[in-house]
């Protein structure tokens, strides 16, 4: 292998809270992707597309079905770059693993360690904790999508505690009358632990009351929050999450093309839609509520920041990309960390454009249209079909031109590192 352009092959996940059959982003472009074999099962959800080195789901070439971790360290300096494998000390491994997420019940509230944390949990337990790395991760809508994200700000979980019952007995009278009284990170902390180390049959029945009194007085909620309620009741009919998530954590709803950013040891979830998902190359996660897996209270209500923002401050704003150019409307998502940045390429009918080498490897995707993709360099020159559901790794300081065929929207989404 030598091109600095090839076409490669994603892993799709069957889980529980994923969309059915070809509803299912991932489920479309996997089989797209790889015909011969991803077949679609409408009975089946599809939920996950990874697009990574990650040993769990590792990508493959679509030409001879080598493993990309091999290839890359068959050649480490060409494919990952001198700088990155300095930086992060890897000569096999991408330092970001790249997903297509198609969400159609709510994910388990979670949090994931950050690196230090991982490194304790890791060598702790390695079954819950498999890998000694932080997982830092962005989300950008393909869809209308809808997640939590972070504590809510102190005075609207005060707001919850006065107005809903079922809450403050939940959280108890002394804790309750503590945190109003003095809403801080230190209280909201008391109760967060409160909830979440309440015995299950109590949860149950608050949750109970809680969702009666959603339909007989949902002034007390507001109309988003009372039917949040009431649909997260059906998927995890009692579960803790309606109280740690739908009264303690932002209800984030963003449109195709917007992105938030989740810190390490910062509670999230996700509850419907499609999205791009990037992140460090971890598989670590400390839940919460929403899920039948190991919840792990203790870690997760010691390590947690407990930030407090409103809703649109966890959003993330693209960027310009100084290096495109061209017909197409490039939007960079830049996080404020060093595993990755994520670019979204949009043509919204023909066209040509162009985008000069980035000094670390990339991963891209069509997640709308056709055209082609072409490079040109000292070694090498590729040209490759580009169509929705297609994956291609390309190689650090290549130089990129993609060109819309169809006169159709042709949408492109690119996951890099660059030290």
């Known amino acids: 292998m030598s091109s600095d352009l090839f076409r490669v092959i994603g892993g799709p996940q069957?889980?529980?809270?994923?969309?059915?059959?070809?509803?299912?982003?991932?489920?479309?472009?996997?089989?797209?992707?790889?015909?011969?074999?991803?077949?679609i099962d409408e009975s089946l959800p599809y939920a996950e597309l990874w697009m990574g080195t990650h040993p769990k789901v590792p990508t493959t070439l679509y030409s001879s079905g080598e493993k990309l971790a091999d290839v890359i360290s068959s050649n480490p300096e060409k494919y990952l770059g001198p700088k990155i494998i300095a930086k992060f000390g890897s000569k096999t491994e991408l330092p970001f693993l790249f997903k297509v997420l198609s969400i159609e019940k709510v994910l388990s509230i979670?949090?994931?360690?950050?690196?230090?944390?991982?490194?304790?949990?890791?060598?702790?337990?390695?079954?819950?904790?498999?890998?000694?790395?932080?997982?830092?991760?962005?989300?950008?809508?393909?869809?209308?999508?809808?997640?939590?994200?972070?504590?809510?700000?102190?005075?609207?979980?005060?707001?919850?505690?006065?107005?809903?019952?079922?809450?403050?007995?939940?959280?108890?009278?002394?804790?309750?009358?503590?945190?109003?009284?003095?809403?801080?990170?230190?209280?909201?902390?008391?109760?967060?632990?409160?909830?979440?180390?309440?015995?299950?049959?109590?949860?149950?029945?608050?949750?109970?009351?809680?969702?009666?009194?959603?339909?007989?007085?949902?002034?007390?909620?507001?109309?988003?929050?009372?039917?949040?309620?009431?649909?997260?009741d059906v998927q995890f009919p009692g579960d803790v999450g309606l109280f740690c998530g739908c009264l303690m954590l932002n209800h984030c709803i963003l449109k195709s093309g917007e992105a938030m950013f989740l810190q390490a040891c910062e509670p999230h979830a996700y509850i419907s839609g499609d999205i791009m998902e990037c992140m460090a190359a971890s598989d670590n996660v400390i839940r919460a509520g929403f899920t039948p897996k190991f919840k792990d209270v203790a870690v997760l209500v010691d390590s947690l920041t407990y930030s407090t923002n409103n809703v649109e401050e966890q959003k993330l704003t693209p960027a310009p990309f100084a290096r495109g150019s061209g017909d197409a409307t490039f939007a960079l998502y830049d996080p404020p960390i060093d595993e990755f940045s994520v670019l979204q390429i949009e043509f919204k009918s023909s066209g040509k454009a162009q985008m000069k080498g980035v000094d670390g490897p990339s991963i891209l995707i069509v997640s709308e249209g056709t055209g082609k993709l072409f490079i040109k360099g000292e070694e090498s020159s590729s040209t490759l079909d580009a169509f929705e559901g297609g994956v291609y790794f390309i190689a650090p300081d290549a130089e990129v031109e993609i060109v819309n065929t169809s006169g159709k929207p042709f949408t492109l989404y690119r996951a890099y590192c660059e030290a």
């Open 14 to 39: 069957n889980y529980a809270w994923g969309k059915l059959g070809s509803s299912s982003a991932v489920a479309r472009f996997a089989h797209a992707n790889d015909p011969e074999h991803v077949s």
């Open 110 to 232: 979670q949090a994931h360690p950050d690196k230090k944390l991982a490194g304790q949990l890791h060598k702790s337990d390695p079954k819950n904790y498999p890998d000694d790395n932080h997982k830092p991760e962005m989300a950008v809508a393909l869809t209308d999508f809808e997640a939590f994200c972070g504590f809510k700000p102190l005075s609207l979980i005060k707001e919850h505690l006065e107005k809903i019952p079922e809450f403050s007995k939940l959280v108890g009278a002394d804790i309750t009358q503590e945190y109003i009284s003095s809403p801080s990170k230190a209280t909201l902390q008391k109760v967060f632990s409160k909830v979440m180390n309440a015995e299950e049959d109590v949860v149950a029945k608050y949750a109970g009351e809680l969702l009666e009194r959603t339909k007989s007085q949902p002034e007390a909620f507001g109309a988003t929050l009372a039917d949040l309620i009431q649909r997260l």
